[in-house]
């Protein structure tokens, strides 16, 4: 962290103050810019019923339940079960429980992660299943269908547990309404499903869905972080914002993949004949109380909750992906020709350097350390260490400059009678540049190593913020990486340390009263920051600064750093109108 916090050794007159107030700004644009995934609270949109309705295509819109009369034929050959039953399918990842009732999912526990209470992780978000949907119900444009169907009493072909791999089927029929349901297992996160619908012979376009969000999603920044429509279509994938997702709109294929997300997991459809089918988007709201722990009824937030569907009028098959956002489990996924499922995982712009960090750091966890705290104060060292020449690089530019610095000066005051407007100002500017071109100066020199720096810390930010790994990663006295410290012992080391990274930078070009003012905002702004973000992140920063208290002090044991706090000790005793201390 402490590359990106010195930005005051450029030179100039003034230059170092206002180089270093502007990449601050900067930087702080571009850090609250990313904390999109903590979105305020979302508007509540329009009923679904009024969404769904609205986007229902003429040619998909279903006559209502009762234009299927029950004829005694139609009730001779009605295929129903006479009560619920479930058939739990298992295998060494996940515990998937099915309710013959509507053929759907009501629980969907993955047995490698946890909830916030420490047990197992159900992927069914039952308050919100409850009001609009399980996973692998059907969704159909006419509500009353789709009501129809998710109480629909199937028959399976199985009861009880069944061990993965294996099949289990579901069949339905009663007044002209017939319905097939197969889902086949395997040892991996990947089911396949194969739907059949039709109303009096007419197939009916019924999709599978799931359409009501995550387990882990159980309050408000919860349901909104990170949460997008994913979608891959002709080999190029994309993430609609949440805000941008219109609950019941249609999307036609062809699709490689498509399916919701949240932070740290997904649920994605990958059809087996990509141009057949369609996707719906369902995006709807659901009272929460503010405090999960102590609901107050006076107290509610609206919480987002989104949705997915996929299918066609005809008989069709898709497989479904539903599980970790793990980068080595979404890379061994086959994508239907189109990107891989890791671009579910949110590393944005950022990714080509994001992943290469992640990899870096996951090698570091696996044989090396075994923590992911101790990993990533590893990664932090090894990318100090690389970031150390940029740091000479920015102290010789600094050097450089302030050694002309009273030729420039001279320059600037033979055209300072003379108005900013004032043609011959152009002749200061030449004579300038000469005389910077001749010293072998650049005014960039200064600026241009930290402008290298930057991408490596926000590609380190969006890595830390978005890999499942973090998430309940213990180390020393934080329970979870991923969530910020509870004691605030990072934050507030991290504000001590990086007032000693300010304290211990010459600054030549700064004014001192200026200087100090820095020297305590700054820590105090970035300080802010860690104060809420993910310990993980926090660590990275903390243990920059100790790196850059360790650079610093020997920097300014060379004859370089000697030079650099001289010239910045006659320019504060210039100043101050007093013969300068040179400090040893």
Not at 404 to 419: C, F, N
Request: charged content about 15%.
């Amino acid at each position: 962290m402490a590359e990106i916090k010195n930005p005051n050794q450029q030179g100039g007159v003034g230059g170092d103050s206002k180089t270093m107030l502007v990449f601050t700004a900067i930087f702080l644009v571009l850090f609250l810019g990313l904390q999109y995934f903590k979105p305020k609270k979302p508007a509540t949109p329009p009923a679904p019923q009024t969404q769904q309705q609205a986007a229902t295509p003429a040619s998909s819109a279903l006559p209502p339940t009762s234009a299927s009369p029950v004829s005694a034929d139609n009730a001779a050959s009605a295929t129903q079960a006479a009560a619920e039953s479930t058939t739990v399918v298992e295998n060494e990842l996940y515990r998937i429980t099915f309710s013959n009732r509507g053929a759907q999912v009501k629980s969907w526990i993955l047995k490698k992660y946890k909830d916030d209470d420490g047990k197992p992780l159900d992927l069914v978000n039952q308050a919100a299943a409850a009001k609009f949907g399980y996973p692998l119900s059907l969704f159909t444009y006419d509500e009353g269908m789709r009501d129809r169907l998710q109480q629909a009493m199937f028959v399976p072909s199985s009861t009880g547990n069944i061990a993965a791999p294996g099949t289990l089927s579901f069949d339905y029929s009663s007044g002209g309404l017939a319905v097939h349901k197969t889902f086949k297992f395997d040892s991996s996160y990947v089911i396949h499903a194969e739907v059949s619908v039709t109303q009096n012979g007419a197939p009916v376009a019924a999709l599978l869905s799931w359409p009501s969000g995550f387990g882990d999603q159980t309050t408000l920044p919860q349901f909104a972080t990170g949460t997008t429509l994913d979608t891959a279509q002709d080999g190029k994938s994309d993430q609609i914002a949440l805000k941008k997702v219109v609950g019941g709109e249609t999307l036609h294929g062809p699709f490689n993949w498509a399916g919701v997300s949240d932070l740290y997991f997904t649920a994605v459809f990958l059809p087996d004949s990509p141009k057949n089918l369609d996707l719906v988007s369902l995006h709807n709201t659901l009272p929460i109380p503010q405090n999960r722990k102590k609901p107050d009824p006076s107290h509610i937030e609206q919480a987002p909750v989104l949705g997915a569907a996929m299918g066609t009028a005809q008989p069709y098959s898709v497989q479904l992906f539903a599980g970790p956002k793990a980068l080595e489990v979404l890379g061994a996924i086959p994508a239907n020709g189109g990107p891989t499922l890791e671009k579910t995982v949110s590393f944005g712009m950022w990714g080509v350097i994001s992943k290469p960090l992640f990899v870096i750091l996951k090698f570091l966890h696996d044989h090396v350390t075994g923590e992911w705290g101790w990993a990533i104060l590893i990664l932090t060292v090894i990318l100090n260490v690389a970031m150390l020449p940029t740091r000479f690089q920015m102290m010789k530019s600094s050097l450089k400059m302030q050694r002309i610095q009273p030729q420039m000066d001279a320059v600037k005051a033979k055209y300072a009678k003379y108005k900013t407007t004032d043609p011959r100002r152009q002749e200061m500017n030449k004579e300038v540049f000469e005389l910077q071109k001749r010293e072998g100066v650049n005014m960039f020199g200064g600026c241009i190593p930290m402008l290298i720096q930057w991408p490596l810390l926000f590609a380190f930010y969006r890595m830390l913020g978005n890999v499942i790994e973090l998430r309940q990663a213990h180390w020393l006295w934080l329970p979870d990486l991923s969530a910020p410290d509870p004691l605030h012992i990072l934050p507030i080391f991290f504000i001590v340390s990086m007032f000693l990274v300010q304290w211990l930078t010459p600054s030549p070009g700064v004014d001192p009263a200026q200087q100090r003012m820095m020297a305590f905002t700054m820590p105090a702004v970035f300080g802010f920051m860690t104060w809420n973000i993910g310990s993980g992140l926090a660590l990275y920063w903390a243990g920059s600064n100790i790196l850059g208290i360790v650079q610093q002090m020997a920097m300014n044991r060379t004859k370089m750093g000697r030079e650099v706090r001289e010239i910045a000790a006659r320019r504060a005793a210039k100043k101050a109108g007093k013969a300068p201390a040179l400090r040893k």
